[in-house]
Nanobody
């Protein structure tokens, strides 16, 4: 059974930084895109940023220039460096892996979520 385990969330003041990590426990065949999503209270889950196997990234306009995604393919781990945090970044952050099964089907995995709170 594959699980994605996130870490690094917490409380930070506006302008501060946090680094989230997401590691897979268990074996995942052929991971393609890794990413981060977030969900604020009363809002829908939204894309934050993704990264492909080749390193191409796609980010929401609201985080461009402040958040950086990276991945370690050998460790099946994805990271999110968040700088210049704002109160509106407060949300539960979820990591997401998209993989291809040995039979060619897409498999999607989600982490359990980690709370990020930006407040003075």
């Amino acid at each position: 059974q594959v699980q994605l385990v996130e870490s690094g969330g917490g409380l930070v003041q506006p302008g501060g930084s946090l680094r989230l990590s997401c590691a897979a426990s268990g074996s995942i065949f052929s991971i393609n895109t890794m990413g981060w999503y977030r969900q604020a209270p009363g809002k829908q889950r939204e894309l934050v940023t993704t990264i492909t196997t080749g390193g191409s990234t796609n980010s929401a306009d609201s985080v461009k220039g402040r958040f950086t995604i990276s991945r370690d393919n050998a460790k099946n781990t994805v990271y999110l460096q968040m700088n210049s945090l704002k109160p509106e970044d407060t949300a539960v952050y979820y990591c997401n892996y998209r993989a291809t099964s040995p039979r060619g089907y897409e498999r999607i995995y989600w982490g359990q979520g980690t709370q990020v709170t930006v407040s003075s």
